[in-house]
């Protein structure tokens, strides 16, 4: 695909237009970078200040208090008397004080005195210290420390605009790029009609439902009812109809750089999957007379902004991460033991299982490092059939390690599961599946052969290769050990989104001004001060478009999830089917076509509100369920004709253009599909009917014992 880049040219003038396009994507990624860490900064100088000086949560707000209003008494024998004639003249007005008794207790009066002049004594001298504690080291710090937590309040308190912003710039980015998420890219000027048609017309239903959903809450507001984030009303407006005026500009504009034939059936397919779900979303919402449902789920949406928001910092981590020379590096580790290709897939399953537990889930890592990923292996003399099987199925490795946010999400929605006992059994299943894939491979690729260098040959290689790492491992060592003993906080699933970012920003200064690297894809560019900033702004643009395109589909799926809910469909699932092993096979169908049409966050949430009761009521154990969701659903993400996964992959490698690829047999031309699918499949029945067949095979696959569903 091809953009007009307007005027410019020459390589000053795109940086400049690359740096105006993603000015505005970085300032809403910085904000969200200094709300993550910023939360984690403000509770560490809180921390410090209270080590330091043991009243610090006095004297941070000493200047917005004022000194006590009571008076002292410097003598209580003139106060008891002054009381005394007090009372003595409030009963003489009285005319029912002989009614009520008019005794006059001297005692009660003297002791109720002392306690009101030793707690103003008390009061007095605290004030009195603390004044004598507030020294200029005390004000200082406690005004950073106050400017601080104003600005972390104000970024997230505001997630919800920071999302809207987000969505709606890399939407536009993906809409004038033509990026966004299809069955089939466009190849035609009638492929490139259709598609933008169809966008034209699901823009305009989203400002629609979003126009209609701002007057119903404008019409609740003004009757009294108080109702929250009303501004976010006019974001969604105004930004989706500003993608509406995108699409019909695209459709005056039509592209001339493409063929002009295709037929209407391939055209058809060349159409964004959210307008799909768009189109389909609002007729059946219209249909209940429920028109601004879109709006509303969108809205839902925005609950979730921190997760979502943090999606955007994973992908921009990838980006960033595609403009060093580290993942060679980290090849020119394996290379010396000149390991087959096959065998060369299998260890970069399992090495790329981590990132993909700190993205939170396979599509995020396909979207941040896929693009990495199938250049080395096509580098090492990987087919390209097996590059992009081996790229698709690398996002569904590590989405049960500790500490993928997505199995946090299932452990906090239910108390039936653990984090401990989810992320064991999903060690186990990530071996499961790596065996299952090295077993395929070795089967269906062709000969294969287990010859490897010697280790005197490769064990120098390595050792050599390892020096050129050594300051990408001080970057990202220095960076998390920072983050520990300065901040007090770990690298873990909540800390990871601020701590990646900071690591990659650190390694692209590294190799631009110490190491004096050029960019990967550039390699005889001159390195100055400059690039560092080129290469920021370039990994900012191209994530972009990548983040419109993954959360406009989030976005819609999340009112595609509402809608199945609100339809009853699910409820259709028979509750007693007295076989245990047929409820399994219905839940692992019915899972497998959520996971198809979900992204997992939203899947989750439908989930457990619809099929987890019926699986417990069946009998199922809840550990069970839960890992056999997981996997269902990265199953759904490698299986046609959706198979996001895929989708994404060929969204940062691009289409086929192998000879095999293009004019094989069936079998060559879709090798890419049929191995993960055949992995996860087979990973997917062993997991589901395996650990209800014997006690022995849930230890296995699972861990622990099994327990009754409760």
């Known amino acids: 695909m091809t953009m007009r880049?307007?005027?410019?040219?020459?390589?000053?003038?795109?940086?400049?237009?690359?740096?105006?396009?993603?000015?505005?994507?970085?300032?809403?990624?910085?904000?969200?970078?200094?709300?993550?860490?910023?939360?984690?900064?403000?509770?560490?100088?809180?921390?410090?200040?209270?080590?330091?000086?043991?009243?610090?949560?006095?004297?941070?707000?000493?200047?917005?208090?004022?000194?006590?209003?009571?008076?002292?008494?410097?003598?209580?024998?003139?106060?008891?008397?002054?009381?005394?004639?007090?009372?003595?003249?409030?009963?003489?007005?009285?005319?029912?004080?002989?009614?009520?008794?008019?005794?006059?207790?001297?005692?009660?009066?003297?002791?109720?005195?002392?306690?009101?002049?030793?707690?103003?004594?008390?009061?007095?001298?605290?004030?009195?210290?603390?004044?004598?504690?507030?020294?200029?080291?005390?004000?200082?710090?406690?005004?950073i420390e106050a400017g601080l937590a104003q600005a972390v309040v104000l970024v997230t308190g505001n997630r919800r605009v920071l999302l809207g912003l987000m969505l709606l710039f890399c939407a536009a980015a993906a809409t004038l790029r033509r990026q966004h998420i299809a069955l089939r890219p466009v190849e035609s000027q009638r492929d490139d009609r259709v598609a933008t048609l169809a966008q034209l017309i699901a823009n305009g239903l989203l400002t629609l439902s979003?126009?209609?959903?701002?007057?119903?809450?404008?019409?609740?507001?003004?009757?009294?009812?108080?109702?929250?984030?009303?501004?976010?009303?006019?974001v969604w407006v105004a930004g989706f109809g500003g993608l509406t005026l995108i699409s019909v500009w695209q459709l005056r504009q039509p592209r001339t750089d493409l063929p002009a034939g295709s037929s209407w059936n391939r055209a058809l397919l060349s159409i964004p999957l959210y307008s799909f779900m768009c189109l389909t979303a609002a007729a059946q919402f219209a249909w209940h007379g429920f028109y601004h449902g879109i709006a509303v789920y969108l809205n839902m949406m925005a609950e979730l902004s921190a997760l979502f928001l943090s999606l955007g910092l994973y992908v921009w981590v990838g980006m960033l991460l595609a403009r060093t020379h580290l993942p060679r590096k980290v090849f020119d580790l394996i290379r010396p033991w000149e390991l087959p290709p096959k065998w060369l897939g299998v260890v970069v399953l399992l090495l790329t299982a981590l990132p993909t537990a700190y993205s939170g889930?396979?599509?995020?890592?396909?979207?941040?490092?896929?693009?990495?990923?199938?250049?080395?292996?096509?580098?090492?003399?990987?087919?390209?059939?097996?590059?992009?099987?081996?790229?698709a199925i690398s996002g569904s490795m590590g989405t049960m390690l500790r500490p993928c946010l997505l199995v946090v999400i299932v452990a906090t929605l239910n108390s039936s599961v653990?984090?401990?006992?989810?992320?064991?059994?999903?060690?186990?299943?990530?071996?499961?599946?790596?065996?299952?894939?090295?077993?395929?491979?070795?089967?269906?690729?062709?000969?294969s052969t287990l010859r490897i260098a010697s280790p005197t040959r490769a064990l120098p290689g390595m050792v050599r290769a390892l020096g050129p790492l050594l300051p990408y491992i001080a970057c990202f060592v220095t960076v998390v050990m920072a983050w520990e003993f300065l901040l007090g906080r770990g690298l873990d699933e909540f800390s990871a989104p601020a701590i990646l970012p900071l690591v990659m920003l650190l390694v692209v200064a590294m190799e631009r001004l110490i190491l004096k690297e050029g960019d990967p894809d550039d390699p005889i560019e001159q390195p100055t001060p400059t690039r560092f900033r080129d290469a920021v702004m370039r990994a900012t643009d191209d994530s972009s478009a990548l983040i419109g395109a993954l959360l406009m589909l989030m976005a819609l799926s999340v009112s595609m999830g509402g809608l199945i809910e609100r339809s009853g469909l699910l409820e259709l699932f028979p509750r007693d089917l007295e076989s245990v092993w047929l409820t399994l096979a219905l839940l692992m169908g019915m899972l497998v076509i959520i996971g198809?049409?979900?992204?997992?966050?939203?899947?989750?949430?439908?989930?457990?509100?619809?099929?987890?009761?019926?699986?417990?009521?069946?009998?199922?154990?809840?550990?069970?369920?839960?890992v056999m969701t997981v996997l269902a659903f990265e199953m759904g993400y490698l299986t046609p004709p959706v198979a996001l996964n895929h989708l994404l992959t060929r969204q940062v490698v691009g289409v086929p253009t192998d000879w095999e690829s293009l004019h094989g047999s069936f079998w060559q031309r879709n090798f890419r599909y049929i191995l993960p699918v055949l992995v996860m499949g087979t990973a997917l029945v062993v997991v589901t009917f395996a650990p209800e067949a014997s006690d022995w095979a849930y230890r296995l696959l699972l861990g622990g014992v099994t327990e009754p569903a409760q």
């Open 5 to 143: 880049t307007g005027t410019l040219s020459g390589p000053r003038g795109l940086a400049f237009s690359r740096g105006l396009s993603a000015l505005p994507m970085l300032v809403v990624l910085m904000l969200t970078l200094l709300a993550a860490v910023g939360e984690t900064l403000h509770s560490r100088l809180l921390e410090v200040g209270g080590a330091t000086w043991p009243d610090y949560f006095s004297l941070r707000v000493l200047d917005q208090v004022s000194s006590p209003s009571c008076e002292r008494q410097p003598d209580l024998d003139q106060a008891v008397e002054q009381a005394v004639h007090d009372r003595q003249r409030e009963l003489a007005n009285d005319p029912f004080a002989d009614v009520f008794g008019g005794d006059i207790d001297r005692a009660a009066i003297r002791a109720s005195l002392q306690a009101q002049t030793a707690a103003c004594e008390t009061q007095w001298r605290s004030w009195q210290r603390l004044q004598a504690l507030d020294t200029p080291a005390v004000r200082v710090y406690a005004t």
């Open 210 to 234: 979003a126009l209609l959903y701002r007057q119903q809450e404008l019409a609740q507001a003004a009757a009294g009812m108080p109702l929250a984030h009303l501004f976010m009303h006019d």
């Open 361 to 391: 889930a396979s599509g995020i890592f396909i979207l941040a490092a896929g693009m990495t990923l199938y250049r080395e292996l096509r580098r090492a003399g990987t087919s390209e059939q097996l590059a992009l099987a081996t790229t």
């Open 418 to 447: 653990t984090t401990d006992e989810l992320f064991t059994a999903g060690a186990r299943v990530l071996l499961l599946t790596a065996l299952l894939y090295t077993l395929y491979v070795l089967v269906l690729g062709g000969k």
């Open 596 to 626: 198809m049409i979900m992204d997992p966050y939203g899947a989750v949430l439908l989930v457990n509100a619809t099929l987890a009761p019926i699986a417990l009521e069946s009998g199922v154990n809840p550990l069970h369920f839960w």
